[in-house]
């Protein structure tokens, strides 16, 4: 390493060894920094003491940035080169083989460098091979041997520091060779190295001095902190295999995008993402082609979708792909770009793959997290029953398509005190049913206790008359109120699950949609239907909904709600048999 000789710099040798004793005492912090720092003000110059200012609140920043990998790059690299007077700055660090790769190039003036590898590799190559920070202040002819482009770009002077934890400090000329501990802790820090800056300077601008390069180091240490931090937390939220996030962090992701909308209203979307018989790929040429063709995936993702959408491996080979500030059409555009990027990818050894993909929107299909997941994952099922390689947006009609194999799904749940209550109900109304004489006084009490369970604004009980017209029987307001039988409600709910025989959740969205006009033009946000069935077939339904404004029903309630309308149907039933038993006596 070059050292600086007298005649190139205006600082003193004392003052010099002051500026090193105090970065030294910073570097320890405590108390006595400031005191020290009042006491030798008068010692430094007014422009070293900016640029310890300067230092100073770049460590502070560092120590505040959270999950903001290029904005830590940026403010490392724009520092150094302020700190220092460098034309220019590059930063590099180490790629997954091992080799170094310009991650960022900088000016003076803040802006990017046009030829960000117009660089003599061969002082950043010294520093990597040493693990030692590298000075010239004065480049020679005697250093011409570093390469075509020192001369080229008429470089004065360059500096080069290493990005690793145990990097060594610099060594001065006529220093005696490094002990053998200190050998080992610069083999271990060529191992660790994460990186290195280059900072050099031409004839018009600054050649550097020994006190830039120790502010230069300092900076440098309290970069790699900040960059193995980053790198700790990303390898905490990242999956190993294909480099997108983790189900972790989507979960953590997906609550706070919730937050946002609840805040401010937000919209926001949620893609799934499923390879087509992905189980085929495996199975036939073997996992380790599988993982391939998963790693293939999640880069050709990262690839077409924007800059601020996320990418997240939810499980197996299915994908997550959180869509901020994006409405239900844009999510569907989203979507189908992704499987036209996917239809032409041409992957690995002659795999052919493709992708069945489902989309739900933050408010139009869902406002809690669980149900967004819940509505694409059916969008997605629907688009792999209807023929797979299709993007699919989820629809009222949905419901509850996707198939359950669980019978006690939704009313075990898991949560003791919700399992307790959902049990209670259905043991109070088999009770009800066994005892009363009167059908009327069964399906009132069903009716609350459905409206308490699900939560919801109103319920009502529809059965068929004998001329095949659904009318309301029973109809119940929150807290056991009673509603006149001509309470509006909606028709076209109850008519398709008379119709279809499956229990439906709907969730009304602000778009206009034609098939559920009749629901905004009631102020409903929500409805629960589920099917009263008998051995004589559909002879009516249970209903229950809430408007705009008022607490929302959730999709989770439903199975246990098709379950209450089982029983409900079993106690209309008895009390049809017992009536004909009674005609058939008298």
């Known amino acids: 390493m070059s050292g600086p000789t007298a005649s190139a710099h205006p ?45 100073c609140e770049t460590s502070a920043l560092l120590n505040t940035m959270r999950n903001d990998f290029e904005t830590v790059l940026e403010t490392v690299l724009d520092t150094a080169i302020s700190l220092t007077r460098a034309r220019r700055g590059l ?42 920070p590298v000075i010239l202040p004065t480049i020679t002819e005697r250093e011409a041997g570093l390469g075509a482009s020192v001369r080229n770009l ?47 300077s031409n004839a018009h601008t600054y050649s550097f001095r020994e006190e830039d390069l120790y502010l230069f180091l300092i900076l440098a240490n309290h970069a790699t902190t900040a960059l193995l931090k980053e790198r700790l937390y990303r390898q905490a939220i990242t999956d190993p295999l294909t480099r997108l996030f983790s189900r ?52 050709l993702l990262k690839n077409v979708v924007r800059q601020d959408d996320l990418c997240f491996r939810y499980g197996g080979d299915e994908i997550a792909i959180l869509l901020p500030d994006t409405d239900a059409a844009g999510a569907l555009t989203a979507a189908q770009k992704v499987l036209r990027a996917t239809v032409e990818h041409r992957f690995s050894d002659g795999v052919r793959a493709t992708a069945s993909l489902g989309t739900a929107s933050c408010p139009t299909h869902a406002t809690t997290g669980h149900e967004l997941v819940r509505r694409a994952d059916q969008a997605l099922y629907r688009a792999k029953t209807n023929g797979r390689a299709r993007a699919e947006p989820w629809t009222p009609e949905l419901g509850n398509v996707t198939p359950r194999e669980d019978r006690l799904a939704g009313i075990i749940t898991g949560n003791h005190a919700r ?129 705009r404004g008022a607490q929302e029903l959730h999709e989770q309630t439903l199975p246990f709600f098709a379950a209450l309308a089982r029983h409900i149907a079993l106690a209309v039933e008895n009390a049809r048999l017992r009536a004909r038993l009674a005609v058939a006596g008298s």
């Open 248 to 299: 972790g962090h989507f979960e953590r992701t997906l609550a706070e995008q919730v937050r946002r909308f609840d805040a401010a209203r937000a919209p926001f979307s949620l893609v799934m993402f499923d390879l087509d018989h992905f189980k085929e790929i495996n199975d036939g040429r073997g996992h380790l082609a599988g993982d391939a063709v998963l790693r293939e995936v999640a880069d």
């Open 91 to 132: 930063l590099f660090l180490k790629n997954e083989d091992g080799g170094l790769d310009v991650r960022l190039a900088r000016d003076h003036r803040r802006g990017p460098v046009a030829a960000p590898h117009d660089v003599p590799r061969s002082i950043v190559d010294r520093v990597v091979e040493r693990a030692e």
């Open 419 to 547: 399992d307790y209550a959902n049990v209670a109900v259905l043991v109070e109304v088999f009770d009800a049913i066994a005892r009363a004489q009167d059908v009327h006084e069964v399906l009132t009490l069903a009716t609350d206790k459905a409206l308490e369970a699900a939560e919801a604004e109103r319920g009502a009980i529809m059965l068929v008359d004998p001329q095949g017209a659904l009318g309301t029987i029973v109809a119940r307001g929150r807290h056991r109120t009673s509603l006149e039988l001509k309470e509006r409600f909606s028709r076209s709910v109850p008519e398709r699950v008379l119709r279809t025989g499956e229990p439906v959740f709907v969730v009304t969205g602000d778009a206009p949609d034609p098939g559920n006009d009749s629901l905004r033009e009631l102020g409903l946000r929500t409805v629960l239907c589920a099917p009263l069935v008998t051995d004589a077939g559909r002879i009516g339904v249970l209903y229950a909904d809430a408007r």
């Open 11 to 55: 600082t003193s040798e004392d003052e010099l060894q002051a500026v090193i004793a105090r970065l030294d005492r910073a570097l320890a912090g405590g108390p006595a920094v400031a005191v020290a720092a009042r006491a030798e003000r008068a010692e430094v110059s007014p422009d070293l003491r900016d640029r310890w200012r300067k230092l």
């Open 154 to 200: 008429g470089l004065l002077s360059a500096m080069c520091v290493p990005l690793s934890a145990g990097a060594a400090p610099p060594r001065r000329e006529g220093e005696p060779e490094p002990t053998a501990e200190r050998r080992r802790v610069t083999e271990r820090a060529r191992d660790e190295l994460l990186g290195c800056i280059y900072l050099d």
